[in-house]
């Protein structure tokens, strides 16, 4: 025992230690254990956590930011490597001489007071030493704990135990201190060459597991089928292996169950029974057998720990499921070395038949410089790749190494579907958008890469409650579908909730769900009226298509019954097959029937309301009903009651006429629309035409044709038509807009007013 150890053992004199970055998952377990032992202990950070909240209300004196100050009467000051040498309490601890000790050599110090088992290797660690310390306290050892991750099961990461010996903790290899520790038993799960930032090669790293093992009074436990923890300890005097076979300890009969692992134990040629492991995969069979094997050299009965894997719900973040319905899984991982994400794909693969669906955040520039070739490769074995810039953890940018060199890997190593989404603040819009019924989503990285995984798991809860329990023919729905697919000036973001209903019914049962809940609804026709804003728009929104929206005909009365999902140009055809006049100046305009009726929609002297018989509607009570033309009040380009009330399907009345009367008048407005208006993507007229000029005419005078905004233009055809020019966002849209606004009004003392409705947030928000 060394001296540190010596002084935290000595309880009759308890020590006053400051933990300097104590809310990361290594610091608040130390302060755990500290407290645990007895000692004051106080903690500083640059953040506020929800964990140093647990921490104050179990007695750690917490304060943020550091200071000098939070390290006075200090015995010790412990610190983690994330914390910078310049930092006020670590040089206030310097300037007075206080004992200076890193996270690891404080962990040693600690394990050092009980009988040690560390877990080491390159994967597993965190899941393997939660299986030890709960088989050994189901066992009624009460073991110590310190593990890297908060453990469901254990309650919590750190724990300290007055009454047990054995202490377990997970050895960090990452930066050389498993050298630090002297053991009363190690565990080696499996040795690779990672960290490559601070060791030369793998020779290196093996010579730092020698060590550990050469400080190991006790077993030693190693993976039998692990090429290189069998090459450091196969040799080692009293070294007991597990694996799959020619092992000590092996495990037989595999059966993967829905989420879980059974298998049979054998201690060389003897069956010690069967074990149903809570959690998936073959990986985990293994890290199972490291504990089994561990367990039972140390005495414990296997009964009791084959009984505590059956309860073993898993760490965090180690293929936890976060969201299981019929149509959609999402899965959170922590793997991220390409051995780990080859063992989670190949799990979930033996978990169902549908597509895997990958969002991957590469960890730090140096492995994904490093591995990039073998990140491609294991990658590529899923259906559909996403991945993220990189997590930098504490290092610099490399240059040239992001994302996109995973994205490359991929591509090199045939994987066909694989996108880049820098922005993991805004990367759950592709790939919730991306996802399909049946698909299982994994996000994979050590960073914050799970925080997207929740985002699509509340909208998906909320999605599938709006759908409810109606069969595919009745509504479709998808998250986030980008508006610039459904609107005509092809720009907008993403629809928070897209809802395509079918029938009446469904359309009536999607808005009952979400008034209920006080989510928004917004109900879509073509978009060829619309601006979107790159926010998108939060809530559902809705579009009628297909089934009876998109019915059309003519019925008894020579009239012409449309739903709110016809295109005015199908309208306009229907009715010219059945000669009936009138409809001509439809030929031309992008809308749908449920848009027109709202906007009232018009062009070359008529408008929509000229030709309506009745509509029928959705109204604010979620009943049907149906209103005449004269129950309805129609204004240029508004109908203020279908604001709140959906137009469903209207009956239109024509005039009988021959089809050469009609054609010629289709050929007119053809005409006249071609020689006036631009063909080029735009949302129609931005403007309404205020009073005696025409908002064209007069941006025409005021010279603004053909001005630019980012990559969209005031038409050189018609002035009151901004066309995408390629590639144009909302922004560059509204810039232009204000911009003639402004003129309008500095000039000519005109308030424009603009037609086109203008939805959506700026700024991302959901
Ligand atoms: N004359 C011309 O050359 C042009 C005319 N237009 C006209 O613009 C309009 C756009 O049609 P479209 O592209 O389908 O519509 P949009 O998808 O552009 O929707 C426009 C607005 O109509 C309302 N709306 C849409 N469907 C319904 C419904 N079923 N019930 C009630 N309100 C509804 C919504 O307004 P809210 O949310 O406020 O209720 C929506 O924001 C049409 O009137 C179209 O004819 C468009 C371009 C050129
Ligand atoms: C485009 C839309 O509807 C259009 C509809 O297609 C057309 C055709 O009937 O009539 C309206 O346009 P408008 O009022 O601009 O009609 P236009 O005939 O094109 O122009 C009016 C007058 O302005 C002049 N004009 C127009 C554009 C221009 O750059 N310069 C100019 O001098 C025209 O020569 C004409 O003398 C509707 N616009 C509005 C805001 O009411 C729409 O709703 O989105």
């Given amino acids: ?129 939660a299986m030890v310390a709960h088989g050994l306290r189901e066992a009624g050892l009460h073991p110590s704990h ?95 292996s597990y694996g799959w076979s020619n092992s000590d300890y092996t495990a037989k009969e595999i059966r993967e169950l829905r989420g879980a692992t059974a298998f049979a134990v054998f201690r060389g040629e003897e069956r010690l029974g069967e074990v149903e492991l809570g959690i998936p995969g073959r990986h985990n069979v293994l890290n199972a057998l490291a504990a089994i094997a561990t367990c ?38 922590y793997g991220h070395h390409p051995t780990e994400i080859a063992a989670t794909i190949q799990t979930a693969r033996q978990l169902k038949s549908g597509r895997v669906v990958v969002l991957f955040q590469p960890h730090r520039f140096t492995r994904t410089q490093a591995l990039a070739d073998d990140f491609g490769r294991v990658l590529a074995e899923a259906d559909e790749v996403f991945v993220t810039d990189v997590y930098p953890a504490s290092e610099q940018p490399i240059p040239g190494i992001s994302g996109q060199t995973i994205v490359d890997a991929v591509k090199k190593h045939g994987g066909s579907l694989v996108t880049s989404v820098p922005d993991i603040a805004t990367a759950h819009h592709k790939v919730g958008n991306a996802l399909d019924e049946g698909d299982l989503l994994i996000t994979l990285g050590a960073g914050n890469i799970h925080e997207p995984g929740t985002r699509i798991a ?3 809860k909320v999605l599938e409650g709006i759908v409810g329990s109606q069969s595919s023919d009745e509504v479709s729905a998808k998250l986030y579908e980008p508006m610039r697919r459904h609107t005509t000036m092809l720009v907008g973001g993403p629809a928070q909730f897209w809802i395509e209903p079918h029938t009446f019914k469904a359309f009536a049962e999607a808005v009952d769900y979400c008034r209920e809940r006080g989510i928004a609804v917004r109900v879509v026709g073509r978009g060829s009226n619309l601006l979107v804003r790159d926010g998108g728009i939060r809530g559902a929104v809705i579009h009628p298509s297909g089934g009876e929206f998109g019915e059309c005909h003519v019925n008894d009365d020579g ?61 604010e009570d979620g009943e049907i009903r149906t209103r005449s033309r004269e129950e309805i009040t129609a204004e240029y380009r508004n109908v203020q009651e279908l604001r709140r009330n959906f137009a469903l399907q209207a009956v239109f ?43 064209g005419m007069l941006v025409d005078q005021l010279g603004l044709k053909g001005c630019e905004e980012g990559k969209a233009g005031v038409s050189d055809v018609h002035g009151n038509f901004i066309v995408n020019r390629g590639g144009a966002v909302a922004g560059d849209v509204l810039r232009l807009i204000e911009r003639i606004k402004s003129k309008a009004r500095g000039e000519r003392n005109i308030e424009l007013e603009t037609e086109v409705k203008i939805i959506g947030e700026d700024e991302y928000s959901f």
């Fill in 1 to 129: 025992m060394n001296e540190l150890s010596q002084r935290l053992t000595n309880l009759s004199k308890p020590l006053r230690i400051h933990l300097v970055g104590v809310a990361g998952s290594g610091m608040s377990g130390l302060a755990l254990l500290l407290m645990g032992m007895g000692h004051r202990v106080s903690g500083s950070d640059k953040v506020t956590s929800s964990e140093t909240e647990r921490l104050q209300k179990l007695g750690l004196r917490f304060s943020s930011p550091h200071t000098a100050e939070a390290v006075d009467g200090a015995d010790a000051v412990v610190y983690s490597s994330a914390i910078r040498p310049d930092n006020a309490a670590l040089s206030a601890a310097r300037e007075q001489g206080i004992r200076l000790v890193r996270r690891a050599e404080c962990l040693a110090a600690i394990l050092n007071t009980k009988k040690g088992i560390v877990v080491s290797g390159t994967h597993g660690k965190t899941t393997t030493s």
């Fill in 146 to 240: 310190y593990v890297g991750a908060e453990i469901p099961v254990l309650g919590q990461n750190a724990r300290w135990s007055d009454e047990g010996e054995w202490m377990v903790a997970e050895g960090d290899e990452s930066d050389g201190t498993l050298a630090l520790y002297n053991t009363a038993c190690s565990i080696v799960l499996n040795i690779e060459a990672e960290h490559l930032d601070h060791y030369r090669d793998l020779d290196e790293i093996k010579a730092v597991f020698r060590t550990l093992l050469s400080q190991t009074r006790g077993p030693v436990v190693y993976c039998g089928e692990d090429e290189g923890a069998r090459s450091v300890c196969a040799e080692h005097e009293g070294a007991v």
């Fill in 296 to 333: 039972d050299k140390l005495g414990a009965d296997f009964i009791l720990v084959s009984r505590a894997l059956n309860t073993f719900a898993g760490a965090r973040r180690r293929f936890e499921t976060k969201f299981l319905s019929k149509k959609l899984r999402i899965v959170d991982d």
């Fill in 458 to 460: 509340r909208d998906q």
């Fill in 559 to 619: 009239h012409v019954v449309a739903g709110a999902g016809v295109r005015l140009k199908k309208l306009a055809s229907v009715a010219q097959a059945a000669e009936i006049g009138g409809f001509e100046w439809m030929e031309g305009i992008p809308g749908n029937v449920g848009g027109a009726l709202r906007m009232n929609a018009g062009a070359m002297g008529t408008e929509t309301f000229d030709q309506v018989v009745s509509v029928t509607f959705l109204d």
């Fill in 653 to 695: 009345k024509g005039e009988k006429d021959t089809p050469e009367n009609i054609k010629s008048r289709w050929d007119e407005s053809r005409a006249k629309r071609r020689g006036s208006q631009p063909i080029a993507a735009s949302a129609g007229c931005v403007f309404k035409n205020p009073g005696e000029t025409p908002a």
